[in-house]
């Protein structure tokens, strides 16, 4: 699912960029070719997925509630809410701070290398969160909160001086700095799913799984809506490269908060998995702790980042 993803994910930048330039740029419908080619897709596999998906399976009886989890999924859902905002915020400002240096096209290929080192990176950090049992989870996320940090203090860049020369804006540190904040957006999101899941309290497998997914699609819906709103107002109000900062400040903010909660004990200890419901009047032993194993793996599918899907 990753590697079919992350084709998308790449091809989108690229393709889009090279409609943009076929459309005569500017001047000409480049903007807007772009549009009609992926709409034209979007309404043809419209009809494909009408006649060859499968029927849906039947809902639970009984809705799970997004109310049955720990107080402590706060951890995971603040730092998804602050992920997706990150996210958000590269769409509406991304194009118009590197318009100055850089063409359509090239920035088509920086977005193409975000998502190039997110799709590499995310498959190694899933297996390695399985191989760990999720047991520094936390510690990962912080660590690719400190990564994505780097990415955005780089992209802006920050105000510093090096060899008597203040830092500015150039591809030295755009290509670098994507790479970064791709990769960095893979260790913060991906395990955020089994966080989310092991704080479940529902009654069954089934309604940790759906209510697990509706949290996890919830908090980046959030953090997708808040980026661009206040990537906007931040950047009328202070300007595209002092915006980047804020963001840079609020991922180094969020990692501080991740490792504190990740060496407090409490948060150490692993969560026990809830029993198995009976067959016939009779626990099945070890069934819960098989069946919550392997819903857990699939913590590695994360939402498409929304500047991917343009």
């Not at 079919?4 to 076929?22: A, E, H, T």
């Amino acid at each position: 699912m990753e590697g079919v993803l992350g084709l998308g994910m790449i091809s989108g930048p690229i393709v889009g960029s090279l409609l943009f330039g076929v459309g005569g740029g500017e001047e000409h419908i480049g903007f807007v070719l772009p549009f009609m080619v992926l709409g034209g897709i979007e309404a043809l596999f419209a009809v494909f997925n009408l006649f060859l998906l499968p029927n849906l399976p039947l809902p639970p009886p009984k809705k799970p509630s997004l109310r049955k989890y720990s107080w402590k999924v706060v951890v995971p859902w603040l730092n998804c809410v602050v992920s997706g905002a990150g996210i958000g915020l590269l769409s509406p400002t991304m194009e118009p701070h590197l318009l100055p240096i850089m063409s359509v096209q090239t920035i088509g290929f920086v977005f193409a290398a975000c998502c190039g080192c997110y799709t590499l990176a995310a498959p190694l950090v899933g297996c390695f969160d399985d191989a760990t049992s999720g047991r520094f989870a936390l510690f990962c996320m912080a660590l690719g909160n400190v990564i994505t940090g780097v990415g955005y203090g780089l992209t802006a860049p920050v105000p510093l001086h090096w060899g008597g020369k203040e830092w500015s804006l150039g591809p030295a540190f755009v290509w670098p700095a994507a790479c970064l904040i791709g990769a960095g957006l893979a260790f913060g999101l991906v395990p955020i799913y089994k966080q989310i899941l092991q704080y479940a309290k529902h009654e069954d497998q089934e309604q940790r799984d759906v209510a697990s997914s509706a949290l996890l699609t919830v908090s980046m819906s959030t953090g997708a809506f808040l980026g661009p709103v206040l990537g906007g107002m931040l950047s009328e109000a202070l300007g595209t490269r002092k915006t980047y900062i804020v963001a840079a400040v609020a991922f180094e903010v969020m990692a501080v908060v991740l490792l504190c909660f990740g060496l407090a004990p409490g948060f150490r200890e692993p969560v026990a998995p809830l029993a198995a419901a009976p067959v016939n009047g009779a626990p099945v032993n070890g069934a819960a702790g098989d069946d919550l194993e392997g819903s857990t793996r699939s913590a590695r599918t994360v939402p498409l980042l929304p500047q991917q899907q343009q």
